[in-house]
């Protein structure tokens, strides 16, 4: 079984767990942002450069 008694270092290490977390969430919500601004942004250029 797992062992989590982490004694004294308990906040530490699961305020660690949470920063790395919220770290991770907030660089994935980022990217997937940026993705669609830079796909509108694509499409745009795409659609310009068709016209007559």
Request: charged share 20%; net charge positive.
């Given at each position: 079984?797992?062992?989590?008694?982490?004694?004294k270092?308990?906040?530490?290490?699961?305020?660690?767990?949470?920063?790395?977390?919220?770290?991770?969430?907030?660089?994935?919500i980022?990217?997937?942002?940026a993705?669609?601004?830079?796909?509108?942004k694509l499409q745009?250029?795409?659609?310009e450069?068709?016209?007559?």
């Amino acid at each position: 079984m797992i062992d989590l008694d982490m004694g004294k270092y308990v906040f530490y290490v699961w305020g660690s767990y949470g920063a790395t977390a919220v770290a991770l969430i907030s660089l994935t919500i980022a990217s997937v942002i940026a993705h669609r601004t830079q796909k509108r942004k694509l499409q745009a250029l795409l659609d310009e450069s068709r016209q007559p």
